[in-house]
Every structure is written in structure tokens, then in C-alpha cells.
């Protein structure tokens, strides 16, 4: 199976640049869970270029490898992320008025989470996921024919629901500890 150039250039411009971030932010922190973080980018690198080598089988194993690792290290990336958003919100005054740039870091999520209540602000997340994953998915399913419309709805109607989770603990154990 044959894979679209211009998918796997997105796959590897995409994930390498998450692996570098990854590994500019595990440098800044001084933390053990960041590079294992980027290693979940390194991983998704390897894994589009062995599609382009079409080394299928390799492919499989890599994704599964990144699946585990993902899995393995999503509590301790969780606790990394409450404690950011901790920091994030004792250097932020959640009373004062919301700014576009709030939401460059959690502050502005923990602004609205404040004022309009959690459950409200993991609708918004929800929704501004859907956009945001829809649209890329269904581009990809007009220009390339790696995805239909059908794969598109049902991918933007279910991801959504990994960002909620991955939001959701971190933003209410912040907020419970005032």
C-alpha cells in the first residue's frame, strides 16, 4: 500500500516538530517525562518514514511500541500537566478580564473553568475540538483519498473525547486546590 507523499511529509514535518518542542521543554523543566514525551514524537517520526520505505510490518510494530510507551506514560504526563497548570494558576489572576493570548498556556482555560463552571468549559474544549480535528480531517479526506468522509466524522466525532480526558483531571485538581 502506497501512501501519499504529502500525508507523510505532513506526518514527519507534524511529529518532528512535537519531538523537538518535546525535548526544548524536558531541557527547560529538568523533567524525565518530557523526553519520554518526545520519544512518543520520535516514534510517530520513524513510523511515517517506514511508510514511505512501505516497510509495513515495521510500521505495526512502531505503532504499537508508541502505543504502549503512550499508555504506559499518560499518568505520570498527567501529573506533569497538573503541576504546570498549578503554576499556571497561582502566577495568573483568574478574575481579571479573559485575553486571546490567556489561552496560549491553561490560564485561559482556568479563567473560564472559574467563571462559567467546568462542565461548560469542557463543552467549549469539545466543541473547538471538533472544529479544529474536523476540519483537518476532512480536508485530508477532500484532497487525498487515505481517508473518506465517513472515517472524517467518525474520527472528529470520537477524538475529541481523548482531549477532554487529557484536560479534564488537570483543570479540576487545580481548580480544587485554592
Not at 497548570?85 to 473560564?112: C, E, H, Y
Not at 462542565?119 to 479526506?141: A, C, D, P, Q, R
Not at 474520527?155 to 481548580?175: D, F, G, W
Amino acid at each position: 500500500m502506497s501512501f501519499p507523499l504529502e500525508f507523510l511529509l505532513f506526518g514527519v514535518a507534524f511529529f518532528g516538530f512535537m519531538a523537538i518542542a518535546g525535548i526544548v521543554q524536558a531541557h527547560r523543566k529538568k523533567g524525565k517525562i518530557y523526553y519520554l514525551s518526545s520519544m512518543v514524537g520520535f516514534l510517530a517520526v520513524l513510523m511515517f518514514a517506514l511508510a514511505y520505505l512501505n516497510q509495513l510490518i515495521l510500521v505495526l510494530i512502531v505503532m504499537v511500541a508508541t502505543g504502549i510507551l503512550s499508555i504506559a506514560i499518560l499518568p505520570k504526563t498527567q501529573e506533569a500537566s497538573e503541576r504546570e497548570m498549578l503554576k499556571q494558576r497561582q502566577k495568573a489572576d483568574l478574575s481579571a478580564p479573559l485575553r486571546a493570548r490567556d489561552f496560549l498556556t491553561n490560564v485561559g482555560w482556568l479563567k473560564l473553568a472559574s467563571k462559567h463552571g467546568l462542565w461548560k468549559t469542557m463543552l467549549l474544549i469539545y466543541l473547538l475540538s471538533v472544529v479544529i480535528i474536523g476540519g483537518i480531517l476532512f480536508t485530508l479526506s477532500t484532497f487525498s483519498s487515505l481517508i473518506t468522509i465517513a472515517d472524517a466524522v467518525a474520527s472528529t466525532a470520537v477524538a475529541p473525547i481523548l482531549v477532554i480526558y487529557m484536560l479534564y483531571r488537570p483543570l479540576k485538581k487545580t481548580l480544587e486546590k485554592k
